[in-house]
């Protein structure tokens, strides 16, 4: 009912920037927090950065200052810039929203993306 789609991620040197961007679609009454998790190889899935509805935001504290999110709540998008890569922010990252659906607007539903590969080399 819906999907989320990542883009962005790519091999880049240290020090370099990327900018993801994830695009939620489809049976969407209005989307709460919007987020952005990592998974490295071996590792479990952490929180990157996420976003709420009124703007707050939260980061990891490994990428606190060097990344910013930032969300379009009109086109249903969120976006991570990522400044001073780092060797260790090598991983797959993945997009993620609580959803209120259409004809279920009471309810929160959790959706994840396919996940978008970013690669620094050292």
């Known amino acids: 009912q819906v999907q989320l789609v990542e883009s962005g991620g790519d091999l880049v040197q240290t020090g370099g920037s990327l900018r993801l961007s994830c695009a939620a679609s489809?049976?969407?009454?209005?989307?709460?927090?919007m987020g952005w998790y990592r998974q490295a190889p071996g590792k479990p899935r952490e929180l990157v950065a996420v976003?709420?509805?009124?703007?707050?935001?939260n980061y990891a504290d490994s990428v606190r200052g060097r990344f910013a999110i930032s969300r379009d709540n009109a086109k249903n998008t969120v976006h991570l810039q990522m400044n001073g890569l780092k060797y260790e922010d090598t991983a797959r990252y993945y997009c993620h929203a609580l959803v209120r659906l259409v004809n279920s607007a009471s309810r929160r539903y959790s959706y994840w993306g396919q996940g978008t590969q970013v690669t620094v080399s050292s």
């Open positions: 976003t709420t509805t009124s703007g707050s935001t």
């Open positions: 489809g049976s969407i009454f209005s989307i709460d927090d």
